[in-house]
């Protein structure tokens, strides 16, 4: 059997939004990419970062989840990595991380 997904709605994912207060975003995605592994192990399907054109200091972090248990159960890995020296040395704050339940209503991408 697979994994459960929310609510047996495959339009609907969980996200975990997080925003980080940074000095250098090279040395910070860096420092991000290595966490890729643990993402995988739990459960993060798909990520997204972007940083405000007026704000390059801030960045935005969206993971997305199947299940508000396996986003649920991550902010306790967020915490963990958080409080590691290499995170330590490239974030000066973080958010407290919000789950939310979206929904998507419509994906359009551009013809070039």
Known sequence: MGRPHAADHADRMITLHIENTIDDYDVWKAAFDRYDRARRGHHVRAYRVSRPV???GT??????????????????????????????SVSSAHSTPELRTLEEHQVQTARV
Do not use: C, N
């Open 54 to 56: 007026d704000d390059p």
């Open 59 to 88: 960045v935005h972090i969206d993971l997305d989840f199947d299940t508000r248990d396996d986003a649920t159960a991550f902010v306790g890995v967020l915490e963990k990595i958080w409080q590691t020296p290499l995170s330590a």
